[in-house]
C-alpha cells in the first residue's frame, strides 16, 4: 500500500511563498512521475505540475508556469512544490499523486494513488 503524506501548506499573504511536500511511503518510489494538482471550492481538481521518475522532465499548469517548481529527491522519497509570487486564485487544497507510469503527465486519470490535501490560503 502507498501512503502519500503532504504538508507545508497554510495562510500566507499575495506574493508570498510556500514550499509544500509530499512524502511516500515506498521503496519503488524512484520508479514512478509525481505531480501536483490542486481543487478550490466549487471548483474540479486541476493540474498544477508533475515530474518524471529521475526529475529530468517536468511540466506545467499555465496558470502557475514561471512561479512555481517541483522537484523530487528520491533519496528522501519526497517531491517538492516551491510556491512563489502566490495569488489569491492559487487558495486550494493542493494533493501529490503518484502515477503509474515514469514520464510526468497532466493526466489526473493516470495518477493511481494521492495524498490527503493540504490546505494553501492566500490572502489578498
Known amino acids: 500500500q502507498v501512503q502519500l503524506v503532504e504538508s507545508g501548506g497554510g495562510l500566507v499573504q499575495a506574493g508570498g511563498s510556500l514550499r509544500l511536500s509530499c512524502a511516500a511511503s515506498?521503496?519503488?518510489?524512484?520508479?514512478?512521475?509525481m505531480g501536483w494538482f490542486r481543487q478550490a471550492p466549487g471548483k474540479e481538481r486541476e493540474f498544477v505540475a508533475s515530474?518524471?521518475?529521475?526529475?529530468?522532465?517536468?511540466a506545467y499548469a499555465d496558470s502557475v508556469k514561471g512561479r512555481f517548481t517541483i522537484s523530487r529527491d528520491n533519496a528522501k522519497n519526497t517531491v517538492y512544490l516551491q510556491m512563489n509570487s502566490l495569488k489569491p486564485e492559487d487558495t486550494a487544497v493542493y494533493y501529490c499523486?503518484?502515477?503509474?507510469?515514469?514520464?510526468?503527465?497532466?493526466?489526473?486519470?493516470?495518477?493511481?494513488?494521492w495524498g490527503q490535501g493540504t490546505q494553501v490560503t492566500v490572502s489578498s
Open positions: 499523486g503518484r502515477r503509474a507510469l515514469p514520464s510526468a503527465s497532466s493526466r489526473g486519470s493516470s495518477y493511481e494513488y
Open positions: 515530474i518524471s521518475w529521475s526529475g529530468d522532465t517536468t
Open positions: 515506498v521503496r519503488t518510489f524512484s520508479s514512478y512521475a
